[in-house]
């Protein structure tokens, strides 16, 4: 892809009439795994099913670039809306530009599109003019939101095999009301990628689904921001996005204030830091 072409978050796969989110789940997930994906987990909410895949590739390329790991992984989400099901998928070059990873990922942004679209042109959306890869790369809401060099820290644990055994076993108990999606393990040591679902909890009313009803509520749904993603890095250091920064990604147009605005979410970011501090403390 050349430097100017402009790159989207998503790109639509189809539109289904006549079918539910669990039907296409299964189809989805067998096509993909001949194409030499694994569906390593899933977010499940009311008409939404979101289905998160890596490679081997993919993870090799994520582990190339320090704090690579956000971009080892792809989402496919599968959400009902009037009579039909979208189909949408995150563009690999698109999320790995805004992650500042290596070039190669946009060979997995080709292979993907062919696997799910063939011959067709894909649909890009998530926003009306999409970004440059140079404007991802230094991507920036407006001036005073976070960047991507601006993540939350959430813990520093001794070493790596520390940090993933105590999130491994908060996870699966939901600590903070945040819930285990699925864990990717970079080759050679070199860092893991948790992706967590968040339930309302005292610490954070704002769950996926909460925030999902503030702001998605386009014509084409952007369901595929889900999950979040906390990653660890070799040297037992744990963060997550701003999650000023990940909303803004996946929402690029949302507007700053009015209803269904990042207005609408005040708060949402400090009480999604408060969750993960607690998921990621030792208990």
Same mark, same amino acid.
């Given at each position: 892809?050349?430097? $100017?072409?402009?790159?989207?978050?998503?790109?639509?796969?189809?539109? @289904?009439?006549?079918?539910?989110?669990?039907?296409?789940?299964?189809?989805?997930?067998?096509?993909?795994?001949?194409?030499?994906?694994?569906? @390593?987990?899933?977010?499940? !909410?009311? #008409?939404?099913?979101?289905? @998160?895949?890596?490679?081997?590739?993919?993870?090799? +390329?994520?582990?190339?670039?320090?704090?690579?790991?956000?971009?080892?992984?792809?989402?496919?989400?599968?959400?009902?809306?009037? &009579?039909q099901v979208q189909v949408l998928?995150?563009?690999?070059?698109?999320?790995?530009?805004?992650?500042?990873?290596? @070039?190669?990922? =946009?060979?997995?942004?080709?292979?993907?599109?062919?696997?799910?679209? /063939?011959? =067709?042109?894909?649909?890009?959306?998530?926003?009306?003019?999409?970004? $440059?890869?140079?404007?991802?790369? =230094?991507? /920036?809401?407006? +001036?005073?939101?976070?960047?991507?060099?601006?993540?939350?820290?959430?813990?520093?644990?001794?070493?790596?095999?520390?940090?993933?055994?105590? *999130?491994?076993?908060n996870l699966a108990s939901g600590?903070?009301?945040?819930?285990?999606?699925?864990?990717?393990?970079?080759?050679?040591?070199?860092?893991?990628?948790?992706?967590?679902?968040?339930?309302?909890?005292?610490?954070?009313?704002? $769950? &996926?689904?909460?925030?999902? /009803?503030?702001? &998605? *509520?386009?014509?084409?749904?952007?369901?595929?921001? !889900?999950?979040?993603?906390?990653?660890?890095?070799? #040297?037992?250091?744990?963060?997550?996005?701003?999650?000023?920064?990940?909303?803004?990604?996946?929402?690029?147009?949302?507007?700053?204030?009015?209803?269904?605005?990042?207005?609408?979410?005040?708060?949402?970011?400090?009480?999604?830091? =408060?969750?993960?501090? !607690?998921?990621?403390?030792? /208990?």
């Amino acid at each position: 892809m050349a430097g $100017s072409e402009r790159l989207y978050p998503f790109f639509k796969v189809e539109d @289904v009439g006549s079918a539910t989110v669990e039907d296409l789940e299964q189809s989805y997930t067998h096509l993909l795994t001949e194409a030499g994906y694994q569906c @390593v987990g899933k977010v499940t !909410l009311t #008409d939404i099913i979101v289905l @998160v895949f890596t490679s081997d590739k993919m993870q090799k +390329i994520a582990g190339r670039t320090r704090r690579g790991a956000y971009g080892a992984v792809f989402r496919l989400s599968l959400t009902k809306v009037d &009579d039909q099901v979208q189909v949408l998928c995150t563009s690999p070059a698109y999320w790995s530009a805004a992650y500042r990873m290596d @070039v190669a990922m =946009k060979e997995v942004d080709r292979e993907v599109r062919e696997a799910l679209v /063939q011959d =067709k042109t894909p649909e890009y959306c998530g926003s009306e003019k999409g970004k $440059s890869e140079a404007t991802l790369r =230094k991507y /920036q809401y407006t +001036i005073g939101m976070p960047n991507f060099n601006e993540p939350m820290s959430l813990r520093k644990f001794s070493s790596l095999e520390e940090a993933t055994s105590v *999130l491994d076993t908060n996870l699966a108990s939901g600590v903070g009301g945040v819930h285990r999606v699925y864990r990717v393990d970079l080759p050679g040591g070199g860092g893991t990628v948790f992706g967590v679902h968040m339930e309302e909890s005292p610490l954070n009313e704002f $769950s &996926d689904a909460r925030i999902l /009803q503030e702001v &998605d *509520l386009g014509s084409v749904r952007h369901s595929a921001h !889900l999950p979040w993603e906390i990653v660890v890095s070799p #040297d037992g250091k744990v963060e997550a996005l701003s999650a000023k920064f990940r909303i803004a990604l996946s929402f690029p147009d949302l507007p700053m204030a009015g209803f269904h605005s990042f207005a609408s979410i005040m708060s949402c970011p400090a009480k999604i830091e =408060k969750a993960l501090k !607690l998921a990621t403390a030792k /208990q």
